[in-house]
């Protein structure tokens, strides 16, 4: 990870402490974004300036850029990349920055981000250029990364501060920093120490000058005490710098924290995209049993590749209820829903085999209402190709003429049809455009079968299902099945690294160390082999390696998915429901990181199947429009005008008391969300843009 240093800071000792001066009022920073756009003296006699709703990122190639780049394009916002190490690119003048349309200046830009605060060098013509147009249409500007000196508004790092190595230091967001851009977190920012024996991130914390408000600080020990600033804002000869004193990338929790003010910041909290922080946890195989696997044999018997086992695999794991009554109490007293993604036709099967009686099912249907329910067909066949099992891998059975065999559509939407009969005869709410099948088959599956089952866009489209679960690590962007008009659309799915086939921690530590060990650890060798994996130093201990290793990692990277903007949902199995109840203290982790992290106006968004699809297609179809010019968006005062294709909408997010314009009239504009409202959406009845009127104070 990232490192590395902008230049080398002048530091001191850090024996050698000073206090730090008094903070500024705090009033100052909780004004700056809302701020409207104020022109110079100049310009007051000319029109109300129009700002176009785009960014300017002046990219030098580093990871900060990269990073703030990530976060402008994952929630839709416009920008325009200038490569610093282009030869060709344009020059940043006047003319490139400003213009007159319509007898009204014109700013290009609402915002800029530079690698930091002198990219083009502190003497060059585009240097006094960008200055000049920030002073004169108030437009703000990022610093991604630089280091502490007067130049942005803080004492060197020997003179009170700080600088080195920041891996576990806990920031706190200042009073300030919790009233302006940050408002949506509750107060404190850990630094991610993932492995001790590498930096991860280094900073420089200084004390601040007059005209500098800090947002982000740090405790300074030693003589003197007080605290030095990671983040904050710099107001100097009329212009505006967001100053950022630490190193970091696109993945680290502490930027992903800190980007959605980032990003208000520069945009002054009116912007085309929106972001939410979403989990949702499907739980696979409910009411069917899952097979168990094998320390002795290591492979799971039942499956093709287990040699050595009577292939029927005794001692499977289901839930009992107890097991059901525990997700039932665990939901409601950490107000969380959990996505029942369930099989019928098994709970059945189970009835018939154990003296027709299934306490499991009865208990989980007396509970329906305390869940969500989703179609994972009747008995949970392959779906896709007939398997040839005779070889490992298995391959697409052949007909004589070397056709390939598969499922036909009869058989597909019958298993479809038959589990969402089932629930509805139990009384069982079930979206029907909702399905997840048995291990995301019928889609196309590498290498065996290379294309989806031709019979399966039929078969959805006879059963009325919209969205269908894919494996995000096969097919991480969504797509359609099929061709038609109104065809489904894939709902991609996070896998979590807790397996379907353990019930207990030393079951799920003693195959993750065949999986991540190397062969000289007795491990399959598989991460020896696999560019894209690593193996472990050493094989975890069977009795704390799944607490102490497995649960942390694991939360750790279903969170940055939350806090990456990104709806699509994570799924386990049934059986991490089970026995030991394997999947709780990765949720517990989960929720308990985010909520100490976050303020309660930033909630959770639990998203059912078919929003997070519905959020994946607007979000293609917005990007494709950004990509061909086909939108406008600008601001003029407090108005806010965007255009859009016919049939398109615009995800857009403003300040707390914006209203939209209708025919007749305004209402209020969209959802609270983060201290901000935004949503996706459209002009109205026989309008052909979006008009928004910002608050005036």
Not at 146 to 171: I, K, Q, R
Request: glycine residues 10%; aromatic residues 8%.
């Amino acid at each position: 990870m990232d490192s590395g240093r902008i230049r080398t800071p002048r530091t001191a000792p850090r024996t050698s402490r000073v206090a730090p001066r008094a903070a500024r009022v705090a009033a100052l920073a909780a004004a700056a974004l809302l701020a409207t756009v104020v022109p110079s003296a100049q310009a007051l006699a000319a029109p109300v300036p129009r700002v176009d709703l785009t960014v300017l990122v002046v990219d030098d190639g580093g990871s900060a850029v990269g990073a703030i780049t990530a976060e402008l394009k994952g929630s839709g916002v416009p920008f325009r990349r200038i490569d610093l190490n282009d030869p060709n690119r344009p020059v940043l003048d006047t003319a490139f920055l400003s213009d007159t349309l319509d007898g009204r200046p014109r700013a290009k830009y609402q915002g800029v981000v530079l690698p930091h605060e002198s990219a083009f060098g502190p003497d060059s013509a585009e240097h006094t250029a960008l200055q000049t147009y920030e002073r004169t249409f108030g437009i703000p500007q990022v610093d991604a990364y630089t280091w502490s000196h007067p130049g942005v508004g803080l004492d060197y790092t020997n003179e009170g501060g700080w600088s080195g190595v920041l891996d576990g230091t806990t920031a706190g967001i200042t009073t300030a920093g919790r009233a302006g851009p940050f408002r949506y977190l509750a107060g404190a920012l850990t630094f991610e120490d993932n492995d001790p024996s590498i930096a991860e991130s280094y900073g420089y914390a200084g004390r601040p000058r007059a005209g500098y408000t800090s947002y982000v600080d740090i405790p300074i020990d030693g003589a003197g005490g007080g605290r030095a600033s990671l983040v904050g804002e710099y107001t100097a000869d009329g212009r505006r710098e967001l100053v950022v004193t630490f190193a970091y990338n696109q993945y680290q929790r502490q930027f992903r924290a800190l980007a959605r003010g980032i990003v208000e910041w520069l945009t002054q909290g009116v912007h085309l995209g929106q972001s939410r922080n979403y989990l949702s946890v499907h739980v696979d195989d409910v009411f069917a049993p899952d097979a168990r696997w094998d320390t002795g044999l290591d492979c799971t018997p039942g499956d093709f590749d287990c040699v050595g086992d009577d292939g029927e695999g005794a001692d499977p794991i289901r839930m009992t209820v107890a097991d059901a009554q525990y997700a039932a109490a665990w939901q409601k007293s950490s107000g969380f829903t959990l996505d029942m993604v369930y099989n019928g036709g098994q709970g059945e099967q189970w009835k018939t085999e154990h003296a027709g009686s299934d306490p499991l099912t009865d208990r989980l249907v007396a509970d329906r209402a305390q869940y969500r329910w989703i179609n994972h067909t009747y008995t949970h066949p392959f779906l896709g190709c007939l398997q040839d099992n005779a070889v490992v891998p298995w391959q697409c059975a052949k007909d004589t003429q070397g056709g390939t065999l598969w499922v036909s559509r009869a058989e597909l939407s019958a298993q479809i049809r038959d589990n969402h009969n089932w629930a509805v005869r139990k009384g069982i709410s079930v979206d029907r455009s909702e399905l997840v099948t048995g291990e995301h088959s019928g889609l196309r599956t590498l290498p065996q079968q290379p294309v989806d089952n031709p019979n399966l866009a039929g078969a959805l489209a006879d059963n009325g299902v919209k969205w269908t679960g894919s494996d995000n690590s096969r097919e991480p962007q969504q797509r359609s099945v099929g061709t038609a008009s109104g065809a489904a659309k894939t709902v991609p799915r996070h896998p979590m690294n807790v397996y379907y086939n353990v019930g207990t921690a030393a079951e799920m530590a003693d195959e993750y160390n065949w999986i991540y060990t190397s062969r000289a650890d007795g491990g399959s060798g598989i991460c020896e082999s696999n560019p894209a994996s690593t193996c472990l130093p050493a094989p975890l201990p069977t009795a704390t390696g799944y607490a102490d290793h497995i649960v942390p990692q694991e939360a750790r990277t279903a969170l940055s998915h939350v806090l990456g903007n990104d709806p699509r949902p994570h799924y386990v199995h049934q059986s991490n429901l089970a026995e030991e109840r394997l999947l709780y203290p990765v949720l517990d982790r989960v929720l308990a990181d985010y909520r100490g992290l976050f303020a309660p106006s930033a909630p959770l968004v639990n998203p059912a199947q078919r929003d997070a699809g519905t959020e994946l297609t607007r979000r293609a179809a917005w990007d494709q429009a950004l990509a061909a010019g086909k939108v406008t968006a600008y601001r003029i005062g407090t108005a806010v005008t965007v255009k859009a294709p016919a049939g398109l909408v615009a995800p857009v997010t403003a300040p707390e008391g914006t209203r939209k314009r209708l025919l007749l009239g305004t209402t209020v504009f969209g959802t609270a969300y983060a201290g901000t409202r935004s949503a996706w959406t459209a002009p109205e009845l026989l309008q052909t843009s979006v008009t928004l009127t910002l608050p005036t104070a």
